[in-house]
Nanobody, 115 residues
Framework: QVQFVESGGGLVQSGQSLTLSCVASGFPFSRTIMRWYRQAPGEEREMVATNLPGDGGSTAYAEFAEGRFTAFRDDAKNTMYLQMTNLEPEDTAIYYC???????WGQGTQVIVSS
């Protein structure tokens, strides 16, 4: 059974940082393209970062994340991370991880950035 457990969200002030975690199970994590998504209130879910598997696997970022967010994984722990810096109120959303084209979702982790 495919499962994702996201954590690490919280309430922070503008300019501060957070690191989110996503523990995955039920599929071969180390060989799977993984993504971070987010969904702001009243908005569609959007892609934040796409992380390729393997040593030196590259990551592609949405324009709003480029230069501020870093996605990386620890295959030994079946865990993906999203390090977010210089957070802005516009980053307020529920953050999720998933496989590329995955259809099973975790509960997400809430990030609230106050100005």
């Amino acid at each position: 059974q495919v499962q994702f457990v996201e954590s690490g969200g919280g309430l922070v002030q503008s300019g501060q940082s957070l690191t989110l975690s996503c523990v995955a199970s039920g599929f071969p994590f180390s060989r799977t393209i993984m993504r971070w998504y987010r969904q702001a209130p009243g908005e569609e879910r959007e892609m934040v970062a796409t992380n390729l598997p393997g040593d030196g696997g590259s990551t592609a970022y949405a324009e709003f994340a480029e230069g501020r967010f870093t996605a990386f994984r620890d295959d030994a722990k079946n865990t993906m991370y999203l390090q977010m810096t210089n957070l802005e109120p516009e980053d307020t959303a529920i953050y999720y991880c998933n496989r590329l084209q995955g259809t099973s979702w975790g509960q997400g982790t809430q990030v609230i950035v106050s100005s």
